[in-house]
């Protein structure tokens, strides 16, 4: 079981939140080897959508999408806004909201979105991806610098 920091830091390093996990890693108090388990043990097989979601009044919209991640492959654009998803309307939506529905999707491997941009609709089908060795290696060396810098060593190319 993962503690509660290392938990928080590992939520925050996967969806990209810098400054969130600059903060959390700081709070960290398990072991550096501890984290480096806990973190390729949870990412490990998980499948990711590769973009950062922001609640807006009322919905959800694309923040940020993560290069060559299933989210630009797919099309989606930053300030796309989700209308529907999996056949679960988001116009009203939270963040909560969305990751239920990812979490179902995990299951299936796909997303089948309807966003409005620049004032059209366009359906989308994503793919969900399982993490990369290489980025779940990235996401381990950024935990480690933020959280254990004296254990960090520089990500594998």
Avoid: W
Avoid at 79 to 86: I, K, M
């Amino acid at each position: 079981m993962l503690s509660r920091p290392v938990k928080l830091a590992v939520i925050a390093l996967v969806i990209g939140a810098g400054t969130l996990a600059a903060e959390e890693a700081r709070k960290c108090s398990a072991s550096a080897h501890e984290c480096e388990q806990a973190i390729r043990q949870m990412l490990s097989g998980r499948r990711y959508l590769g973009a950062q979601l922001e609640e807006v009044n009322p919905g959800l919209i694309i923040k940020a999408v993560m290069p060559d991640g299933p989210a630009e492959l797919a099309d989606l654009r930053v300030g796309d806004r989700l209308l529907a998803v999996n056949g679960r309307q988001t116009t009203e939506a939270t963040i909560r909201d969305f990751k239920s529905i990812l979490n179902d999707a995990s299951r299936i491997g796909r997303l089948f979105v309807i966003v409005q941009r620049h004032g059209a609709l366009k359906q989308i089908d994503v793919r969900l991806e399982p993490f990369s060795k290489a980025q779940i290696d990235k996401i381990v060396a950024l935990h480690l610098a933020q959280a254990h810098p004296s254990t960090a060593t520089a990500p594998q190319p």
